[in-house]
């Protein structure tokens, strides 16, 4: 499966164009890949890869952003199968610093597949999972997925309904009082999607790293050169 994405502003300014890429690898597991390349020159890469029998069950992630729409440089990996991460982070002008060591993953691990478990919930109905936030040391937060209507969207001439969730970030005692004392708390993100016969990616909003600015993801479409 292809998709093509635009990365805009909240008030519509193209700021990155990319794709949403999936294919089925021979082991049964399979790659999701979202990319964006900026205006500026900078990256967004971000892979993860799953399996999917009797539940979703992340198995590896690697998230790569550079350039000057980033406050800093930085490439993570995470690997179920030897509990391992490795962070590496370069803030602009300055050297490197490398995060790495071993966690145990929740099954209920899913970076890189939140608008997947979406369209796959019974609709109306909420989740509570888990990310890992690169804060730039890598950290197990929740996130509640809630339900919060629908709304309307139009498909060519067409009208068609699209369930909204507001995703949630949960913070521990240990991270949300000094995050609350510094004025850091992470904003609530919002995601739409379709589930009519088969469900479908509409619209994110949110920052794309910590602390970064609102932005807001869609789908498009080629438009032919004259």
């Keep these: 499966m292809r998709g093509f994405l635009v990365l805009q502003s909240t008030d519509g300014a193209l700021v990155a164009s990319g794709d949403f ?22 990256l967004f890469d971000e892979t ?5 029998k009797n539940s979703f069950t992340m198995q590896s992630y690697r998230l790569v952003h550079k350039g ?22 370069k803030p602009h002008g300055k050297a490197e610093k490398v995060y790495e060591g071993k966690f145990d993953f929740p099954s209920d691990l899913y970076n890189g597949m939140i608008p997947i478990i979406a369209k796959n919930l019974r609709e109306g109905g909420g989740e509570s999972v888990h990310l890992v936030a690169f804060t730039p040391a890598p950290r197990v937060i929740g996130l509640d997925l809630v339900p919060s209507g629908k709304n309307k969207v139009m498909v060519g001439a067409i009208e068609k309904s699209v369930l909204h969730y507001v995703l949630k970030p949960k913070l521990g005692v240990g991270l949300k009082i000094p995050a609350a004392l510094l004025g850091r708390l992470p904003p609530d993100n919002h995601l739409w999607v379709m ?11 949110g920052p794309l790293y910590p602390e970064g600015p609102v932005w807001q993801i869609e789908l498009t479409s080629p438009r032919w050169v004259k």
């Design 195 to 205: 589930t009519s016969e088969v469900p479908a990616f509409v619209r994110f909003e």
């Design 21 to 42: 890429l999936q294919v089925k690898q021979e082991n049964g597991e399979v790659e999701t890949r979202t990319v964006f390349y900026f205006k500026d020159g900078s």
């Design 48 to 52: 993860v890869r799953f399996t999917q």
């Design 68 to 89: 000057p729409a980033f406050k800093q440089d930085m490439s993570a990996t995470l690997e179920r199968a030897s509990g391992k991460y490795r962070v590496v982070v």
